[in-house]
Antibody
Framework: QVQVVQSGAEVKKPGSSVRLSCKASGSTFTSYTMHWVRRAPGQRLEWMGW????????KYSQKFQGRVTITRDTSASTAYMELSSLRSEDTAVYYC??????????????????WGQGTTVTVSS | DIQMTQSPSSLSASVGDRVTITCRASQSINNYLNWYQQKPGKAPKFLIY???SLQSGVPSRFSGSGSGTDFTLTISSLQPEDFATYYC?????????FGQGTKLEIK
């Protein structure tokens, strides 16, 4: 049974950075792509980026380009997401999720099938 | 970015009802459409991929349809555990984007 466990809640000052972790167990970490998604209060889910845990390739949402960095430590089966220059609008629950690839006759389909429990980040002066 | 719009934003229904949620994409996404269920304080749960294929373990009362820009999620007979918020998400291109959610409440 694959599990993804995230680090604990954070309270940060505006202008600072936060680094969240996401540890996967029960599967071969380097076989997967891990995504980061957040949900701010009253807002929809928002995709931030992904990392290929095998080769370290990353892809970020343009909205967060320059502020977000996703890394991984394969020896620890852990992905990290660092968000800098925090502002109040970054207050949200941050999730990491494992990507699943389904191959069918109709094509290749990607989804997020195993999610962490979420990490609450509060940005406040 | 591809905009995803769901309707309705909220819906009241009773156990046993059949309900349908609609999701519209701002451009054609073929059938690269996923559905998720989220309960308060919990992470989203992956329900449907490729617009109409059920993820393993998802009850058959859930179904999806659509292609291009218009999609639906149908729950054929609501069960108590189905009251939650449902999100569509396009996996056609990055940035992957989600609908604003449909909150399904007990009538």
């Amino acid at each position: 049974q694959v599990q993804v466990v995230q680090s604990g809640a954070e309270v940060k000052k505006p202008g600072s950075s936060v680094r969240l972790s996401c540890k996967a167990s029960g599967s071969t970490f380097t076989s997967y792509t891990m995504h980061w998604v957040r949900r701010a209060p009253g807002q929809r889910l928002e995709w931030m980026g992904w990392i290929n845990a095998g080769n370290g390739d990353t892809k970020y949402s343009q909205k967060f380009q320059g502020r977000v960095t996703i890394t991984r430590d394969t020896s620890a089966s852990t992905a990290y997401m660092e968000l800098s220059s925090l502002r109040s609008e970054d207050t949200a629950v941050y999730y990491c999720a494992r990507e699943v690839l389904v191959v069918s006759k109709r094509g290749y389909y990607y989804g997020m099938d195993v999610w962490g429990q979420g990490t609450t980040v509060t940005v406040s002066s | 970015d591809i905009q995803m719009t769901q309707s309705p934003s909220s819906l009241s229904a009773s156990v046993g009802d059949r309900v349908t949620i609609t999701c519209r994409a701002s451009q054609s996404i073929n059938n690269y459409l996923n559905w998720y269920q989220q309960k308060p304080g919990k992470a989203p749960k992956f329900l449907i991929y490729a617009a109409s294929s059920l993820q393993s373990g998802v009850p058959s009362r859930f179904s999806g349809s659509g292609s291009g820009t218009d999609f639906t999620l149908t729950i054929s007979s609501l069960q108590p555990e189905d009251f939650a918020t449902y999100y569509c998400q396009q996996s056609y291109s990055t940035p992957y984007t989600f609908g604003q959610g449909t909150k399904l409440e007990i009538k």
